[in-house]
């Protein structure tokens, strides 16, 4: 670790610079892969001048309860040589329109004469604030990263400047430590679509996925051994003059940063929240690519074999047995009637059966067919040749105002579901078959997700009771299903195991008790989805 921070600027130090803006994305790879990079033929056909190595180690600077973590921005002193670099970087800085899989950030670079902090350039416009007085009277090393760096810069064409950097080493915080395996990709020039091509190069010659974490941040991870959590939907910032091309790009940047950003979750498996969003977004960039495809035609990842539903389907199983253990068995423990010393050995049947699925579903996150669809997306996305090829009058359709569109898309998802829900006279939904419940469940998920996209572009008063309908009616008819299929484990299960049949009935006849109590609420939920006022 380097030595205590100078709280004064060291003699020669060099005055702040602006901000540099790093658009980068990260490929993680097999160690036995990583060597291989520098030499593929793709890369050495388009690179300019001989990789340069170097050997680099960096510590990173913050107070002992990680309030410049906090703040959003990360401190280091990097040692390159006899050269001492400290720099000051944003985390996790992009908005949330940027690309998904590619990270835009801020970092200011000063030259420092040692390996400690030097206070003085943080005192700079722009930057003082990133740093509080405080805060730098309390900065202590917290983590060190080591690794060889192999440089290249690639020309894939004449406006374009990548720096290929492949790092191999390891960030140590204390006793915890996690390998570096990666290549960066950092745009230096051009449109950000030929970092997803020169991905997809990669990929065609050494497995890759798509890394998620910067190094600061697993450095954090390691430091507080806290796993990484479940990332939220962001909402989606549509406004009024929003057009219906950049609608699409942005619904569908969404849905790929709402799958990249619960990956890490999922892998731990610490949280089973990042596996289900991970399903959301695919859901939702599902009914996005559905939607638009009038105008925007279809990726070519979601033609033959349909790689968005291929990966779902890889998670579904492992998802299943959540719902069961955490939407079944769990509340069922609580009450009073539970057979606890029974149930117990029935949750914990459950666990080892998930197993199986759940480490499918990491293979499969895991998996080259996994990356190869994000990043085919992304640059299907970014490259936006279904906008410059277009015929002139798709092209007219795309530049209109999304707000002049998205109110008949919405009427026309809106009239599916009530079509979908719409029962011979005299008959309820509580009556109607499982079936035609689970019909209107898919209609009213995919409106929900349309309702989504557009909310932005309406009063918030106005969507507010349709939205509320919507998810009881919604929230009703997916506890049905998942009750459905937690009997269908219960099942399966007690047959494959007779010693848990006991606990498996009680769990499945209080679930089913459950249903019936939403199966009775279903006709006055849907009267007033129904008859309630639409907002666009």
């Given at each position: 670790m380097s030595s205590a921070p100078q709280n004064a600027a060291s003699p020669g130090a060099s005055a702040a610079v602006s901000a540099v803006r790093e658009v980068e994305m990260k490929l993680l790879l097999d160690p036995r892969d990583l060597a291989r990079v520098p030499d593929l033929p793709a890369l050495k056909a388009a690179a300019e001048g001989a990789p340069a190595v170097r050997r680099l180690r960096t510590v990173y600077y913050d107070t002992p309860d990680r309030r410049l973590f906090a703040g959003g921005v990360a401190l280091r002193v990097r040692q390159d040589g006899d050269r001492f670099v400290q720099t000051l970087k944003t985390i996790n800085a992009a908005s949330p329109g940027d690309s998904a899989a590619v990270v835009i950030r801020k970092e200011w670079d000063w030259a420092i004469p040692t390996a400690s902090p030097d206070m003085a350039p943080l005192d700079s416009e722009g930057v003082a604030a990133l740093v509080p007085e405080e805060a730098r009277k309390a900065l202590v090393p917290l983590f060190t990263t080591e690794f060889r760096r192999t440089t290249l810069l690639v020309r894939p064409d004449a406006l374009t400047s990548i720096e290929v950097a492949v790092d191999e080493g390891r960030i140590i915080a204390g006793t915890a430590c996690a390998l570096i395996s990666e290549v960066e990709l950092e745009l230096k020039s051009g449109r950000v679509g030929r970092l997803f091509d020169l991905a997809l190069t990669l990929q065609r010659s050494v497995p890759v996925r798509i890394g998620t974490e910067s190094k600061a941040e697993v450095g954090y991870r390691l430091v507080t051994g806290r796993l990484p959590a479940p990332a939220l939907p962001e909402p989606l910032g549509l406004s009024p003059v929003t057009t219906v091309a950049e609608a699409y790009r942005h619904i569908v940047r969404h849905g790929l940063r709402l799958l990249l950003a619960n990956e890490a979750c999922a892998l731990a498996g610490g949280d089973v929240e990042g596996l289900h969003q991970m399903r959301v977004a695919l859901r939702r960039l599902r009914t996005a690519i559905r939607l638009f495809r009038p105008l925007t035609g279809q990726p070519d990842a979601c033609r033959a074999g349909n790689g968005i539903r291929w990966f779902s389907r890889q998670l579904g199983p492992a998802r299943d047995w959540d719902v069961l253990l955490w939407h079944g068995i769990e509340p069922f423990a609580a009450t009073a009637k539970a057979p606890a010393d029974t149930l117990a050995a029935l949750a914990a049947a459950v666990r080892e059966a998930r197993r199986a699925p759940a480490e499918a579903a990491v293979e499969a996150i895991q998996s080259p067919r996994c990356a190869g669809l994000i990043l085919a997306l992304g640059s299907w996305l970014e490259e936006g040749a279904w906008q410059s090829g277009a015929a002139a009058e798709i092209r007219a359709q795309l530049d209109r105002p999304m707000?002049?569109?998205?109110?008949?898309?919405?009427?026309?998802?809106?009239?599916?579901?009530?079509?979908?829900?719409?029962?011979?006279?005299?008959?309820?939904?509580?009556?109607?078959?499982?079936?035609?419940?689970?019909?209107?469940?898919?209609?009213?998920r995919k409106l929900r997700h349309t309702v989504e996209f557009f909310r932005g572009l309406y009063a918030e008063t106005a969507t507010v009771p349709f939205i509320a309908a919507l998810d009881a009616l919604l929230g009703a008819l997916d506890a049905e299903h998942d009750a459905a299929v937690a009997r269908d484990l219960l099942r399966g299960l007690s047959a494959d195991q007779p010693e848990h049949r006991p606990a498996a009935d009680a769990t499945a006849r209080w679930l089913a008790k459950q249903a019936d109590k939403r199966r009775k609420a279903l006709p006055g939920l849907w009267k007033t989805f129904r008859e309630g006022a639409v907002f666009w």
């Open positions: 707000a002049e569109l998205s109110g008949p898309w919405l009427a026309a998802q809106h009239a599916k579901a009530l079509k979908a829900g719409a029962l011979k006279a005299g008959r309820g939904l509580d009556g109607a078959d499982a079936a035609t419940r689970d019909r209107l469940r898919r209609r009213l």
